[in-house]
């Protein structure tokens, strides 16, 4: 399954006009956490377990536009916590599809079924549901029961209803092959529009020892794209090679700014090193050199936020790697 050929256009022509302006570092998604009130525990999440002291605030709608327009990147990644338990979610994803950017609202799917009638199909706009492992361990690491179930009807009803829907999957530790590809032929038969695969991120905030090293994912992932004609991966063919150990990237942290009530979060959506009141501060007076494969909390990140912008700019300069691209779009495979 590759990017629709309205957010193809959409991204190669805003890539092609900052490269043509000679601007090297430029932000490609807008991780925008409204909100950190969440119906959920999930015992890998950070989100909660960081922010514990703000759960109580929020960012309003005006903030949030505000920020989508600092950051003018094509596509805005709705998080959290949960996105929809805020008030304003539907102006804030209308006002964001008003301004013809693609908005992936984040969502564990418990509130979906009811929330479907305040938004309207678009090709601007997917819900993107977290689901890691079939209903059993799923439900284990939601830490609540029919939490899988509840997910798998909201998406079939979504889809019946006309919107894109894609699925998230993080591999760890505990997750196994069989089972994850069970769960991808259950997707399937919905059927979902695209499945993103992950190695999960080692937060500071989780004490837990679920996450794959560097050498664990390349070995799961290459078993993992084996089979991939059998299922939508949405993740492009470079990433894919990357999270298979056959391509090096390095990170490009600031492809996907984060903004939430404490501020733009320094110096990605995975790290905090703080927060600043306005995104220029963020994007000119950081440091990047001081991260990636130098910074040893960036050792064993293979995580797509910060490289699928690396896989994007390696695209456009590698040219098997632009057809690959190019067939990927086209066709999926």
């Given at each position: 399954m590759g990017f629709s050929r309205q957010l193809s256009i959409s991204l190669s022509k805003y890539i092609a006009s900052q490269k043509l302006r000679g601007i090297k570092r430029f932000p490609l998604v807008l991780m925008l956490e409204p909100s950190f009130k969440c119906n959920l525990a999930?015992?890998?999440?950070?989100?909660?377990?960081?922010?514990?002291?703000?759960l109580d605030r929020s960012l309003s709608l005006a903030e949030c536009l505000a920020a989508v327009e600092e950051a003018g990147a094509p596509v805005v990644s709705i998080t959290g916590g949960e996105p929809l338990i805020h008030p304003q979610i539907a102006q804030i994803v209308n006002g964001i599809i008003a301004r013809k950017q693609f908005v992936n609202l984040c969502t564990n799917g418990l509130l979906l079924k009811e929330s479907l009638e305040k938004f309207a199909p678009s090709p601007y706009l997917s819900f993107v549901l977290h689901l890691d492992n079939l209903a059993e361990a799923h439900d284990s690491f939601a830490g609540r029961p029919g939490v899988f179930d509840t997910a798998l009807e909201a998406m079939k009803l979504a889809r019946a209803r006309g919107f894109q829907v894609l699925v998230n999957t993080t591999f760890y530790k505990t997750s196994r092959l069989e089972e994850i590809t069970r769960l991808f032929d259950i997707l399937n038969a919905i059927p979902v529009n695209?499945?993103?695969?992950?190695?999960?991120?080692?937060?500071?905030?989780?004490?837990?020892?679920?996450?794959?090293?560097?050498?664990?994912?390349?070995?799961?992932f290459r078993k993992l794209l084996a089979l991939k004609k059998r299922y939508p991966l949405y993740n492009?063919?470079?990433?894919?090679?990357?999270?298979?150990?056959?391509?090096?990237?390095?990170?490009?942290?600031?492809?996907?700014?984060?903004?939430?009530?404490?501020?733009?979060?320094?110096?990605?959506?995975?790290?905090?090193?703080?927060?600043v009141s306005t995104y220029r501060e963020l994007f000119w007076e950081t440091d990047w050199s001081q991260y990636g494969e130098k910074n040893p909390r960036c050792a064993g990140c293979m995580v797509h936020c910060g490289f699928e912008g690396s896989a994007l700019d390696h695209t456009l300069r590698s040219p098997s790697a632009f057809w690959r691209t190019l067939t990927w779009t086209l066709t999926g495979r």
């Open positions: 999930c015992s890998g999440c950070g989100r909660i377990r960081e922010y514990r002291d703000i695209g499945i993103m695969v992950a190695p999960g991120f080692n937060y500071e905030a989780v004490q837990s020892d679920v996450f794959l090293s560097r050498s664990e994912a390349e070995v799961t492009t063919p470079v990433y894919l090679d990357f999270l298979a150990g056959s391509r090096p990237l390095t990170c490009s942290p600031w492809s996907t700014p984060t903004r939430n009530p404490k501020g733009w979060k320094r110096p990605c959506y995975l790290l905090t090193d703080g927060h």
